[in-house]
């Protein structure tokens, strides 16, 4: 487990330390939403008390590796205060699986959680997405490249649409080819070098990272019908460019897409107030999934 994973983890725990003894919650552990050769793949679900009928899905992800022992369940507080129920998700990590294989993860559970709305007492056609770094590249790549379902498929979860219906991240990646400025090349190389196991094969070459980065830089996929999204992104971070964020936005408002953000001024990659933060998410998404703006 690489470095820079331990310290946003680590991040996340001083930021919800104050929040430990308040857990106010029903908590489902290790709820199987996909096989993978031969490897079970599992998300926690949290039913807050009050529940107000929808659902959000938060990608545990950093460097886009993932575990069970990094879910917070204090870090969901906002979000469980104000009745959304919240499933925690852990995907197939680098280096034994690449990006294209890890996204292929979230479009299963978010068909998955969508199959399973009723059960869980939540709106199946309105579904958020959340999460900080390689967390927040997946929940935008959601919210530009959700697919519809295969009604020919024997497996009823693969008939259901991956869509979802608005995002809220913390200092994403959304364009490797263009990292902190024009023609920087970040795929598996450079600033992104020690995450090179991600990336995979298709990082060894020039040629094939030019080809590779448009393929899973969530920038180039915006549409008019992109999910909203909203970014909070410290304008000194050392790993993921502000630009990043800023150029994300940018191609949002040139489409109509509503889209914010959020600039935490002098702040690195991660800060110990993001859980308070958290409650501008949660503001985010129900403005977008419950139709109440403040």
Same mark, same amino acid.
């Given at each position: 487990m690489n470095s820079l994973f331990l310290r946003l983890v680590l991040l996340l725990a001083i930021a919800v330390c104050g929040y430990a003894a308040d857990q106010n919650f029903v908590r489902t552990r290790d709820?199987?939403? &996909?096989?993978?050769? =031969?490897?079970?793949l599992t998300l926690d679900v949290f039913q807050p008390p009050n529940t107000n009928g929808y659902g959000v899905l938060f990608m545990v992800s950093g460097g886009f590796f993932s575990s069970h022992e990094a879910i917070n369940p204090p870090y969901y507080k906002q979000l469980l205060d104000r009745g959304y129920t919240v499933f925690a998700v852990v995907h197939g990590s680098q280096p034994k699986f690449h990006i294209p294989e890890i996204l292929q993860d979230i479009h299963r559970v978010v068909r998955f959680v969508r199959h399973n709305a009723k059960s869980y007492g939540i709106h199946p056609g309105k579904l958020g997405i959340t999460g900080g770094s390689a967390g927040g590249h997946l929940s935008l790549t959601m919210a530009t490249q959700g697919q519809p379902g295969?009604?020919?498929?024997?497996?009823?979860?693969?008939?259901?649409?991956?869509? +979802?219906?608005?995002? &809220?991240?913390?200092?994403?990646?959304?364009?490797f080819l263009n990292w902190g400025a024009p023609g920087v090349d970040a795929v598996g190389v450079g600033p992104l070098a020690q995450f090179k196991p991600a990336f995979g094969p298709k990082s060894d070459t020039p040629a094939s990272r030019q080809v590779f980065g448009k393929e899973i830089s969530p920038l180039n996929f915006v549409t008019k019908t992109s999910a909203p999204a909203? +970014?909070?992104h410290g304008d000194r971070d050392r790993l993921v460019?502000?630009?990043?964020a800023e150029i994300y936005i940018r191609k949002c408002e040139e489409l109509g897409v509503p889209a914010k953000l +959020?600039?935490?001024?002098?702040?690195?990659? =991660?800060?110990?107030?993001?859980a308070d933060d958290m409650s501008l998410f949660a503001d985010w998404f129900d403005e977008h999934l419950r139709g109440i703006k403040k």
């Amino acid at each position: 487990m690489n470095s820079l994973f331990l310290r946003l983890v680590l991040l996340l725990a001083i930021a919800v330390c104050g929040y430990a003894a308040d857990q106010n919650f029903v908590r489902t552990r290790d709820v199987i939403y &996909a096989r993978k050769f =031969g490897t079970c793949l599992t998300l926690d679900v949290f039913q807050p008390p009050n529940t107000n009928g929808y659902g959000v899905l938060f990608m545990v992800s950093g460097g886009f590796f993932s575990s069970h022992e990094a879910i917070n369940p204090p870090y969901y507080k906002q979000l469980l205060d104000r009745g959304y129920t919240v499933f925690a998700v852990v995907h197939g990590s680098q280096p034994k699986f690449h990006i294209p294989e890890i996204l292929q993860d979230i479009h299963r559970v978010v068909r998955f959680v969508r199959h399973n709305a009723k059960s869980y007492g939540i709106h199946p056609g309105k579904l958020g997405i959340t999460g900080g770094s390689a967390g927040g590249h997946l929940s935008l790549t959601m919210a530009t490249q959700g697919q519809p379902g295969n009604p020919q498929s024997r497996d009823p979860v693969e008939r259901e649409s991956s869509e +979802i219906q608005a995002a &809220a991240c913390f200092f994403p990646p959304t364009d490797f080819l263009n990292w902190g400025a024009p023609g920087v090349d970040a795929v598996g190389v450079g600033p992104l070098a020690q995450f090179k196991p991600a990336f995979g094969p298709k990082s060894d070459t020039p040629a094939s990272r030019q080809v590779f980065g448009k393929e899973i830089s969530p920038l180039n996929f915006v549409t008019k019908t992109s999910a909203p999204a909203l +970014i909070i992104h410290g304008d000194r971070d050392r790993l993921v460019p502000f630009q990043q964020a800023e150029i994300y936005i940018r191609k949002c408002e040139e489409l109509g897409v509503p889209a914010k953000l +959020i600039n935490r001024p002098d702040r690195d990659h =991660g800060w110990k107030e993001m859980a308070d933060d958290m409650s501008l998410f949660a503001d985010w998404f129900d403005e977008h999934l419950r139709g109440i703006k403040k």
